[in-house]
């Protein structure tokens, strides 16, 4: 069975299109150890950001059975391509609608209400940090992984075609750093979908996926530096082999 990325079923049912559940990935569970915690400064939260009310979120209640304690920090990608004519705040808006409407326009197993966005944070291209479900309550997902404690982080966009943009990157990173020092969270406690649930999704794309490999990974290095108040000094590196080369900021929509 296929596990499509919530918002990648929100795009096929927008779009009608059916052929974004490429799920091929083969993912080790992250085991490094706990890295220390020591040095930390005091981190702000990041600028950019916006808040549930000021883009006029609108969730139903969660049931008190959803209640957990943030305890890993977890990106994603959309995994839809972003064209640079879209609107952050309606793409956001329309994900919650869709949530919560998933009973009456959804199959089996895929039918279940989600009361709120999938995701705690949205980040835009343009860096913009969208606050989505409370802190209070574990995730949604489409795919099989114990969501209790998983504070999950989309990207918008489709990384397997085409790259982050810098500012959307610094902005994660700024994010993820505020996590984890409000939340008083090790390195090691940053992970992917695709670590968590390792063989059922790309996400979160090969082009943003790759920072998170390697012993000090790169987004947990550009993390640690927040932490310790200086600045991310974040190095995008060069187009993969075979993978996107056209930034997030630059992609149009395809006649
Ligand atoms: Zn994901």
Redesign the pocket.
């Known amino acids: 069975m296929k596990h499509l990325?919530?918002?990648a079923a929100l795009a096929g049912l927008l779009l009608a299109i059916s052929s974004l559940s490429t799920l091929n990935a083969t993912v080790a569970y992250a085991t490094e150890p706990a890295a220390a915690s020591e040095a930390r400064a005091a981190v702000a939260r990041p600028p950019k950001f916006v808040t549930a009310a000021e883009w006029g979120s609108d969730p139903a209640p969660i049931a008190d059975d959803r209640r957990h304690t943030p305890t890993y920090v977890?990106?994603?990608?959309a995994?839809v391509l972003w064209t640079k004519d879209r609107d952050p705040v309606a793409f956001i808006r329309n994900m919650q609608s869709w949530g919560k409407r998933r009973p009456q326009i959804e199959q089996p197993p895929r039918n279940t209400f989600w009361p709120d966005l999938p995701y705690h944070f949205l980040v835009a291209p343009d860096g913009r940090i969208f606050e989505g479900r409370s802190l209070d309550y574990e995730p949604e997902?489409n795919?099989k992984y114990d969501l209790a404690g998983h504070v999950?982080v989309?990207l918008m966009g489709n990384f397997e075609e085409q790259r982050p943009s810098p500012a959307q990157v610094e902005s994660a990173v700024r994010l993820v750093a505020w996590l984890l020092a409000e939340h008083e969270l090790p390195l090691s406690a940053i992970s992917?979908?695709?670590k968590v649930?390792g063989g059922q999704?790309s996400?979160?794309g090969r082009d943003f996926a790759r920072y998170f490999d390697g012993e000090p990974a790169p987004f947990a290095t550009w993390v640690d530096r927040v932490l310790r108040g200086e600045e991310p000094a974040i190095e995008l590196g060069a187009p993969l082999d075979g993978g996107p080369t056209e930034s997030i900021t630059e992609t149009t929509k395809k006649p």
């Open positions: 990325h919530p918002t977890t990106l994603h990608h995994g997902s795919t999950g989309e992917t979908h695709g649930a999704t996400c979160p």
